[in-house]
């Protein structure tokens, strides 16, 4: 299947690794469906790429690359809707926003989504106030979090 997208042109996806998102992504109910892009050159950094809205992409990364003491308090109402038992691997993930100074890039700990790998199905799942909205990875005087 072929997908005009804005950030990497005309891309070749594979509609078996179409992720549905049964509510959309806060601010982008409309949008569903997303494919994982992994291109080499920017690993560990992944895209979420919409398939309906070809426009919108995340920059995405599994948080063990940067923070291995990350871990998630899922409940069974968030995993349910995954087809997720508690205890069940899930692909977690933290979306980025990207700056050209590495000192500003930041990661948003509030809201990671979870995936199914197995099924095809994600959410973003919001945890609440007492983790950071905007986390910098790289901070030059020590400052992590900023704002909730």
Known sequence: ?????????????????IIHFPGGVPGFEDCRRF???QRPEEAPVAWLQGVDD??????????????A???PPLSPADLEPLKLAVGEEAL???ILVLAPEPERITANLQ???????????????????DWPRKYYLFPREGKRAAGT
């Open 111 to 129: 809201a990671p989504v979870i995936i199914n790998r197995k099924e095809k199905l994600g959410a973003q799942v919001y945890l609440g106030e």
């Open 92 to 94: 977690i993930l933290i």
């Open 54 to 67: 070809p426009d919108l992409a995340f920059a995405v990364v599994e948080p063990r690359h940067f923070l």
């Open 35 to 37: 494919v994982l892009l």
């Open 69 to 71: 003491e990350y871990h």
């Open 1 to 17: 299947m072929k997908l005009r997208t804005a950030y990497f042109g005309n891309i070749e996806i594979d509609p078996a690794g």
